[in-house]
């Protein structure tokens, strides 16, 4: 099955793709980097390795961070994080439904060579 992914550059070593959208996403429905990070299947410092990147890129915070205390800490997202998962998604589904009729082409292509 083709699918489409994007990945926008910002500059060298400035992107966002599907990857940190979707840490985004799990941060935000689990409450913490370090439970977004795990059902991701990556460790704590490399998922706030990629929210620091994002920070750095939009020169301002996409994740709230929370101490602990006597109920923990945890992460919220930041109006930017919520307007970054919302836009990029925008942008996925605008991009697959400019590009559909060509990937259907190109999958008839790969089964005629099968």
Known sequence: MARLSIRIDFGPDLRVGPGKIQLLEEIAALGS???GGRA?????R???ELIEDLNKTFGKPVVESKSGGKKGG???LTPLGLA???RYRA???AAASATEAHLEAL???IARTS
Request: hydrophobic fraction near 50%; aromatic fraction near 8%; avoid cysteine.
């Open 46 to 48: 490399r998922a706030w």
């Open 91 to 93: 942008m996925e589904r």
């Open 107 to 109: 999958k008839r292509e």
């Open 40 to 44: 991701l299947h990556m460790s704590y």
């Open 84 to 86: 970054l998962i919302s």
């Open 33 to 35: 980097i370090a439970a």
């Open 74 to 76: 945890g992460a919220t």
